[in-house]
């Protein structure tokens, strides 16, 4: 059973910065898209970012130039840099993992992201 195991949420300033890490445990970081994703209270889940084993990455277009998606095979993680916050970005933020075989889905826990002065 893949788990996903995020940190680096908080409570951060409009303008400010914040970078999310997604440890995958139990599996193999290149056998999965990654992606990250946000929920506001009342709002669906909405995709941010994703990369794939190969390096592609997209973005919503509401965060391009802003967020950054990465990866690092030797930790088995994946992060996202989140620059220029604004209050707009505040939501549960969720890891995600498809497996590259079977298009099977794992979701980390959340963490809190709020923009706010």
């Known amino acids: 059973q893949v788990q996903l195991v995020e940190s680096g949420g908080g409570l951060v300033q409009p303008g400010g910065s914040l970078r999310l890490s997604c440890e995958i445990d139990r599996a193999v970081l290149t056998f999965y898209t990654m992606g990250w994703y946000r929920q506001a209270p009342g709002k669906q889940r909405d995709l941010v970012a994703r990369i794939t084993r190969d390096g592609k990455t997209n973005y919503a277009d509401s965060v391009k130039g802003r967020f950054t998606i990465s990866s690092d095979n030797a930790k088995n993680s994946v992060y996202l840099q989140m620059d220029s916050l604004e209050p707009e970005d505040t939501a549960v933020y969720y890891c995600?993992?498809?497996?590259?075989?079977?298009?099977?889905?794992?979701w980390g826990q959340g963490t809190q992201v709020t923009v706010s002065s």
């Open positions: 995600n993992a498809q497996s590259i075989f079977d298009g099977s889905l794992a």
